[in-house]
């Protein structure tokens, strides 16, 4: 773990001088972790951070504060924040298999449950983002990572259960996910299984439904898990 400064010195534009949100720095600071421009077990120096941004300490903190809830930070008493690290292969392997008793299941239930207004907004939030990210980066992967989160949060509400949504709500999994990969055609194949999950819900079929969502997250597992195989 290193207790090196941050250096964001070139890695980032300087915030605009207007009323700056807490959403714009926690955006920024968020796309360098995930970009890892700041590396896992990097110490975030709040004065640092302050100089670097031209901004008061008020946003960052309340950005760091928003990360940590997030798991991308972690804040050590006397210490301050330091970015954490990123999902191992036995988290991933833990995060998939919760997923897979959880996610078949709320689609199943969805596809039973779900009034028209319902269907309608599953198939708005399909249809709400069909761009193809251009580059890896975070910030062209950006939007497609928050249609992943809403899509899925959208199916677990839908299958009535809130202690279920909140459960899955609480891995931030999209983020810590896109967190390890993006590129390589992961967007367009993960909206074309959103799409099959989508038409077998609208069908109240609860058997398609599930059997669709099982497909979609199993391909994202063998999507994602060559990855440790890389590393090992």
Known sequence: MTDAHVGLAGQLARLPQ???????????????????????GTRLNIDALTRELGISQTPIRESLARLESDGLV???PLRGYRVSSRLTRDEFDDLFEYRLHIEPWAAGRAAERAGDDDLA??????????DVPDRPSYESYRAMAAHDQRFHDLVLELSGNETARLSFQ??????????????GGIA???????????TAVRKGNAEEAAAAM???IEASRG????????ES
């Not at 796309?31 to 890892?36: F, K, N, Q, T």
């Not at 609480?170 to 590129?183: A, Q």
């Not at 999507?223 to 890389?230: A, H, N």
Request: with cysteine; hydrophobic share 35%.
């Open 121 to 130: 907004r599953l198939k708005a939030e399909m249809l709400s983002y069909t």
């Open 223 to 230: 999507r994602l898990r060559p990855i440790f195989d890389k």
């Open 170 to 183: 609480r891995t931030h999994c999209h983020l810590h996910l896109f967190r390890l990969y993006y590129g």
């Open 74 to 76: 972690i804040k050590e």
């Open 188 to 198: 367009t194949k993960a909206l074309r299984e959103h799409k099959a999950v989508v």
């Open 214 to 216: 099982r497909s979609h």
């Open 18 to 40: 207007r009323q700056v949100l807490s959403d714009d720095v926690y955006e920024t600071v968020k796309g360098l972790i995930m970009d890892s421009v700041v590396e896992p």
